[in-house]
């Protein structure tokens, strides 16, 4: 067999490329959507930790991608190869509407072979707290950078071109089998690596009408996919749903989250601020934030060292937003958010030689911890802005007792808190 292609036959390099793309892309399609499954199965509210899933969803993730990224090169590689070499004309040409067809679909696959992994390798490069490629490269992209936003975005074009995957592959499929079954002709039967004798196809020129057909169709497609991560109802059902530990469409920025309620004691007032989290999941740190916290600071700044005050924080723990895991964070193993709706600070202020310290204890679930936050206070006149920063076991709350392997979930969590408050009078 030649490795060459000729008017009427593929060559052994070509037919290797089509049946090696077809494994990789399959067993990737199957391998995702068992991982998506398992997936959606952990970010549900009544998981339960349990470690042998959550070990499971990231062993299938980092397949799925591996084999991903094998799957980009090997059709790159084969587009490369087949724009080096005459194609085999078709063996029916008169029949206008199905060449037009055939054509096409072909071209689309081709955009299908490299869109597909090249999109969902962006967004893993965009995520964090991935399960990771096995090549020894891929983790990260040049021009890529850790963006939600991008991840977003990434992970609703990669839904929607294996979308498009699965139906020009749907459509090749159907086309081989009239081939066989209908004409019961040649067509397939050239694909194969025993071809025997093969009839010469009627002499013709490939036209590049259904190259532009192909090219419209990916503008279409991809243009749906770019409304589609721009709709927020519609992004968690149609992104590349990754489990925590192996979330890659979370938040790495957690932003600045107003308190929705003011403080209704002590004497300052609570503007503005932020409380957020940052857990490590699979080396990467993951961040997020409390939209709703209530603080009752009272607060007067001694000339030395000494006793300052006192705060309370009353947290909502419903409103925390913890990127695609959000709901897994409310569940029973987790935050046990509808057993235990809110978290509570309570402290002494303390100024040091240097800088300022609040130190109590943290409740949260049904466990209360001795904490302290050591913080920076500006102050001028009757405003003041504080920002903090200290660390916890999440063990020592209960939380994730279903994942004992730091490697996976970290133990620490690392609380931020940031605020500008006003002096009442």
């Known amino acids: 067999m030649s490795a060459q292609n000729t008017t009427s036959s593929y060559g052994s390099v070509t037919k290797s490329f089509h049946w090696l793309t077809a494994l990789l892309l399959i067993s990737a399609f199957l391998l995702g959507l068992n991982a998506t499954d398992l997936a959606h199965e952990i970010q549900s509210p009544g998981f339960d930790g349990s470690a042998e899933t959550l070990s499971r969803a990231v062993l ?62 962006i967004h893993h490069a965009a995520s ?103 709709d927020p109802h519609d992004h968690g059902s149609h992104s590349h749903a990754e489990a925590s530990p192996a979330a890659t469409q979370t938040s790495q920025d957690a932003g600045s989250a107003e308190t929705s309620q003011q403080a209704s004691a002590g004497n300052w007032v609570v503007q503005e601020g932020n409380l957020g989290l940052t857990i490590q999941q699979m080396g990467s740190g993951v961040s997020g934030s409390f939209a709703n916290w209530q603080a009752e600071i009272t607060f ?57 310290q609040a130190v109590g204890t943290l409740t949260i679930r049904d466990k209360t911890v001795p904490l302290t936050l050591p913080f920076t206070l500006s102050l001028d006149g009757d405003r003041a802005e504080m920002s903090g920063q200290t660390s916890v076991n999440r063990l020592d709350f209960d939380i994730g007792k279903g994942t004992q392997e730091e490697g996976t979930l970290g133990f620490t969590v690392v609380l931020d808190v940031a605020l500008t408050a006003q002096q009442s009078r």
């Open 60 to 121: 299938l993730f980092s397949i799925h991608k591996t084999v991903g990224v094998a799957a980009f090169f090997t059709g790159l590689a084969r587009i490369i190869w087949a724009l080096s070499q005459p194609k085999p004309g078709l063996l029916h040409p008169e029949n206008k509407p199905e060449a037009l067809a055939a054509e096409v679909v072909h071209w689309v696959l081709y955009g299908a072979m490299v869109a597909t992994p090249l999109t969902g390798w």
């Open 300 to 356: 007067d700044n001694p000339d030395a060292p000494g006793p300052a005050g006192k705060v309370a924080v009353e947290i909502d723990i419903t409103s925390l937003t913890l990127g695609t895991v959000t709901d897994q964070a409310m569940g029973a193993d987790y935050f046990d958010a509808t057993t235990y709706p809110t978290a509570r600070f309570d402290a002494e202020l303390e100024k040091l030689a240097t800088g300022y």
């Open 128 to 230: 964090t707290g991935f399960a990771p490629i096995w090549w020894p490269f891929g983790q990260e992209l040049p021009f890529v950078a850790k963006s939600e936003a991008t991840a977003g975005l990434f992970g609703a074009l990669h839904w929607i071109s294996t979308k498009a995957l699965l139906v020009t592959v749907g459509l090749h499929v159907a086309g081989a089998l009239k081939h066989v079954v209908i004409d019961r002709d040649a067509t397939l039967r050239r694909m194969l690596p025993k071809s025997g004798d093969l009839p010469t196809p009627p002499a013709q020129k490939h036209s590049p009408v259904p190259a532009f057909v192909a090219a419209a169709i990916w503008v279409a497609v991809l243009s749906a996919g770019v409304m589609m991560a721009q």
